[in-house]
């Protein structure tokens, strides 16, 4: 079993607005800046993908549907999220549930999939780390996400990848901050980043 140390605990609970449609409806495409797939949903026909097929023993991968939002300007796009954007569903979609990113900084393409293991049904992120021609495999054993996921099996809680910051330190909003030699992602409440001390992934609280 992987375990995963936290670097911030603080707990602070916020209410959450969710964006309320308003009269013009516009297609989710107006607000793509804010969605960039590799970022968030990874296509089917990226080489990454197509040519190096990331699999699981006992894993079935899981896919995200992008929906309609209606929006009066392209500058509400700012209170869009991706419960209003994005359906986790099982039947094939052009996106992948997960993103792509340098993960440990070696310039080799990285990616974390949500996938369901299929003796339990239980979904759990799963993270494919590039090793010249094959994929090193970390499983996360779970998913922090009380008012999200947890509660509504549709909502999609991640992998969301996010660049490595330029100067190197990750910050959260919610306290803390660590080194980085690559780039993150974030599921649910927790942001993961390598560590190369550690050799492994550990994660960081970012929303609450």
Known sequence: MIRFQVVCVCMALE????????????GAAECTDRFPEGQYGIPLTRSAIAFEKPTLDGFSPLYVQRLPVAIAT????????????FRLVESP????????????GDGQPDMALLMKRQRDG???????????GRYEVTLIDHITDPYGFNENANVWPGPFCQPKPPNGVFE???GG???????LFTIGWLTYFWSTDANRFVAILTSD
């Open 172 to 174: 959260s909003e919610v």
């Open 93 to 104: 979609t052009a996106l992948f549930a997960g993103c792509t990113g340098d993960f440990n």
């Open 177 to 183: 901050k660590a080194t980085v030699v690559g780039d």
């Open 15 to 26: 209410a959450v607005t969710l964006l309320a449609p308003l009269p013009t409806a516009l």
């Open 74 to 85: 392209s500058a509400d796009c700012e209170y869009v999220y991706t419960g209003d954007i």
């Open 122 to 132: 239980r979904i759990l992120p799963v993270v494919f780390r590039s090793q010249g």
